[in-house]
């Protein structure tokens, strides 16, 4: 029998010794990998973790004392630990749990986190709500993976510092964000570690609080002395530990901007058991911006610490040389960096994940539209998905679509894309945005170059009676619904809509002459998005409308070909639908 198979709860942990508490280390592991190597997930941060996290049970008393993870990277240990093992061993399982903390899984959770830089300031509200109640137990934030960068993580900082109560907060520093970490604050976690924690410049003491510095978190023994000591505790404490990221397992110890999270792989070689090949847009996008710096050097590409995921691989990152910023975790940083490099002169294309571009609304507003910089933001992995429900990629059109000055655009094929990026780069009247699309699609005519008179749709086929106006990622299942209706008679007018944050009022009047009903097609969220623009339009006519896209919900890892079925998204549905109102 393993040490993990008598493992079922928190307190189990306790009746280990040192040398056993090592074996389960292994254990534990080893069951990350079987999980990993069998649906993808995060690698490196929950290898380098483990001991950390099994101090942290052994000594505190879950889910009495409160353990709060940062965007939740480095949770699988304490899920194996807390009664979820089964999530990492078998397979059915694995099917049963996320991939971050999640209340609903387990008591011992206390908030599904997914973004980054959190813990502190949940901590710190946890801390405050016991106080006022008058409770009595430990309140424990941890944070690391370049999440100190996000400005979430400093303002909980600033705050917890003056708590005047108990929170102990732990620093996992990996000596990396998801890539390179960024920016002046790791320069000091770094002098801290050259020092053993003894330099004077540390910027923890500065804000107030007592530090302590552990030069080897992967020690057991060393942090379990050392939370031990701080248990109970009745101030704000730092505690700095230092731990390797992938710890255990080569691959990832080697190339750990690889491995902070992997596809399904091979645990012996480190090799992907699938491959994916053919045209992408991150492949597309670096492509063209390469050249494109090649030809003017004004041209800046952003990121949020997140390169890996829109394609800028670290070679690609080398090539781009000094017009390639990363900003590290912080993309409210980065629309306002981007707003102002357009203002200074330079041609900032700022690539960020859907998910993420979410927290960045008040920049937008307010550095970005209101001053009409002509910065680009393109929107990578926008649309309806099978995500967990911290990383849903369905909200971007409502959020951007409806703040004045900006331009969102939804291209449909790969020639349109790239022409609108061009335009939005050399224009200067106003922030465009762009929502990269998921499939790589070809034009079969030419697209056009110029943009700039906004909100013109593009007739693609004139038809009459129904018009189909199917947007970006939607083009193509518009095409599918245009055939169908074909093979029962039914000429449909399709649109390519290009413009997101706008209405062509001269089309859609022109439609009034010879249709009776208008459906609209959005990879997003329907309320707020594109498909009410039109339905509110044709309100005080006769015109029928009808607009497919996802209701308002969080989902949870539900397949996508279920969320289209409950959506009406498929191809028969949306043919039925029109058939009833005909």
């Given amino acids: 029998m393993s040490y993990l198979d008598t493992i079922n709860s928190p307190k189990d942990i306790k009746n280990l010794k040192i040398n056993e508490l090592k074996e389960l ?42 353990i709060i993870y940062d965007v939740s990277h480095q949770c699988y240990p304490h899920k194996i630990l807390t009664g979820r093992k089964d999530g990492f061993i078998t397979e059915e399982g694995m099917s049963k749990i996320s991939g971050y903390t999640n209340p609903q899984e387990s008591e011992h959770d206390h908030f599904v986190v997914g973004h980054t830089s959190t813990s502190i300031s949940l901590a710190c509200g946890m801390a405050k709500a016991r106080d006022v109640k008058g409770e009595n137990h430990n309140v424990i934030a941890i944070i690391g993976d370049g999440s100190l960068s996000g400005g979430e993580a400093l303002e909980g900082l600033s705050n917890a510092a003056v708590l005047n109560s108990n929170i102990i907060i732990i620093i996992n520093d990996n ?61 704000p404490v730092i505690v700095h530990v230092r731990t390797q990221k992938g710890k255990g397992y080569k691959f990832a110890e080697d190339n750990k901007e690889k491995w902070h999270w992997n596809f399904p792989f091979n645990i012996e070689n480190g090799e992907p058991k699938y491959v994916m090949n053919g045209e992408n847009y991150n492949d597309i996008t670096f492509n063209f911006l390469a050249n494109k710096i090649a030809e003017d050097d004004k041209v800046v590409v952003v990121n949020a610490g997140t390169p890996g995921a829109v394609g800028l691989t670290p070679e690609r990152r080398v090539i781009l040389g000094k017009n390639f910023v990363d900003v590290g975790i912080a993309e409210e940083h980065a629309v306002a960096f981007s707003s102002a490099l357009a203002k200074g002169g330079a041609k900032p294309v700022y690539m960020v994940l859907s998910s993420f571009v979410q927290r960045t609304y008040d920049q937008l507003s307010q550095d970005l539209a209101i001053n009409k910089n002509p910065a680009v933001i393109l929107v990578f992995w926008g649309g309806i998905s099978g995500a967990d429900v911290t ?33 939005g780069i050399e224009q200067n009247e106003n922030p465009v945005v762009i929502r990269v699309p998921s499939a790589v699609f070809h034009s079969k005519e030419g697209v056009e170059k110029d943009y700039s008179k906004l909100n013109q749709y593009k007739l693609m086929k004139k038809g009459s009676e129904i018009a189909i106006l199917a947007l970006g990622s939607f083009y193509s299942l518009g095409m599918q619904v245009s055939d169908k209706l074909k093979e029962k008679g039914i000429d449909a007018t399709l649109i390519n809509p290009r413009y997101i944050t706008g209405i062509d009022e001269d089309m859609l009047n022109q439609l009034k002459e010879n249709h009776k009903i208008v459906i609209t097609l959005e990879d997003g969220e329907l309320n707020g998005g594109f498909g009410e623009k039109i339905a509110r339009f044709y309100g005080a006519d006769d015109i029928k409308v009808l607009n497919f896209g996802a209701i308002k919900e969080f989902t949870d890892r539900v397949p996508l070909k279920e969320l289209y079925k409950k959506y009406h998204l498929t191809v028969e549905q949306i043919v039925e639908d029109i058939e009833k109102i005909r």
């Fill in 391 to 423: 990383h849903l990629c369905s909200f971007d059109i409502p959020l951007i679509s409806n703040i004045p000055n900006i331009v969102y655009l939804a291209p449909t094929t790969k020639e349109e894309y790239l022409a609108m990026l061009n335009w």
């Fill in 25 to 66: 280390a292994k254990e534990i592991r080893n069951a990350i990998l079987n999980r990993n190597s069998t649906i993808g997930g995060h690698v490196g941060p929950n290898l380098g973790i483990v001991e950390t996290t099994m101090a942290l049970h052994y000594v505190f008393d879950s889910p009495k004392d409160k």
């Fill in 175 to 235: 000596e990396m964000s998801i890539a390179e970490n960024q920016g002046g604050i790791y320069t000091n976690l770094r002098l801290l570690r050259e020092t053993n924690g003894r330099a004077e410049c540390n910027m923890f003491k500065a804000l107030g609080f007592e530090y302590y510095y552990v030069a080897d978190g992967n020690n057991i023994e060393d942090m379990i002395d050392i939370l031990q000591q701080l248990k109970d505790i009745n101030k």
